[in-house]
């Protein structure tokens, strides 16, 4: 074993502290609100007892976004909230600013690129989901195409304070219920048996796997025009 002596520093791995991403006003003034209010839907105003102010502007998202939407919501934060976003757990995004005159030019930014501001107070915030196909491996369904339907039919909702009291949604893909608890949580079923595309099947699924996630074993394997596929049991499966 070397006895040379060691220079470097190690670097560990692991997350950051979240500390390093909260917005400086809201790092100084941690802990220490006097009190909020909600000036119009999906705008908050938080005051510090030191007299620091800060607006918050939110909004709904598509909740799977690509890179180039990430990049569109970094640059409205460049421009308005001094870089600093952040996601919550019913997937909306919230810019926070100390500079009241943000907030309208923020608003009609978010709105031209399609991202409805609201989610606040006495609404229909969006769904709180699960990852579905993205991450997880036991879906049938997928909660995130589900959410988007949900979302695009409570539209109004989100973006008015109209309803008598706030209203949480969540959705999961199985009863499991990793979407959480709220006001109304939807499991997503499927009421028939799943029609298989032979054609796609082969290539993008791991079909030992697919055979071993059924229940009631009612996927099976098979061959078709001499590749390998699956075939569903309908007399068995339980949907
Ligand atoms: S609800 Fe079930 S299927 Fe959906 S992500 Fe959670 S564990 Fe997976
Ligand atoms: S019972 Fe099996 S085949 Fe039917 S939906 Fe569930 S996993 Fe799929």
Redesign the pocket.
């Known amino acids: 074993m070397s006895s040379q002596e060691r220079t470097w520093k190690t670097i560990e791995s692991g997350p950051h502290t979240y500390e390093e991403a909260l917005h400086p006003v809201v790092r100084k003034n941690y802990g220490k609100w006097k009190y909020h209010e909600i000036p119009k839907p999906g705008v908050l105003k938080h005051v510090a007892e030191s007299g620091d102010t800060i607006w918050t502007v939110r909004a709904g998202t598509p909740r799977q976004d690509t890179i180039d939407k990430v990049r569109l919501l970094c640059d409205v934060a460049d421009k308005y909230s001094d870089g600093f976003l952040r996601f919550t757990v019913r997937n909306n995004v919230e810019f926070l600013t100390p500079n009241g005159e943000n907030v309208e030019p923020m608003i009609a930014e978010l709105e031209s690129l399609g991202f409805p501001v609201g989610g606040t107070g006495m609404c229909v915030s969006a769904v709180s989901h699960?990852?579905?196909w993205l991450?997880?491996?036991?879906?049938?369904?997928d909660?995130s195409g589900v959410v988007k339907s949900m979302m695009d039919t409570v539209y109004n909702e989100f973006k008015d304070m109209q309803m008598p009291n706030k209203v949480r949604l969540s959705t999961?893909?199985?009863?499991?219920?990793?979407?959480g608890q709220a006001d109304i949580a939807v499991?997503?079923k499927h009421t028939r048996p799943p029609r298989i595309n032979h054609e796609h099947l082969v290539k993008t699924c791991e079909l030992p796997k697919a055979v071993a996630r059924c229940p009631v074993a009612a996927i099976r394997p098979t061959v078709v025009d001499g590749k390998k596929s699956l075939m569903v049991d309908e007399a068995k499966c339980i949907c």
């Open positions: 699960t990852q579905g991450h997880c491996d036991i879906p049938a369904t909660a999961s893909c199985c009863s499991i219920n990793c979407g499991v997503v």
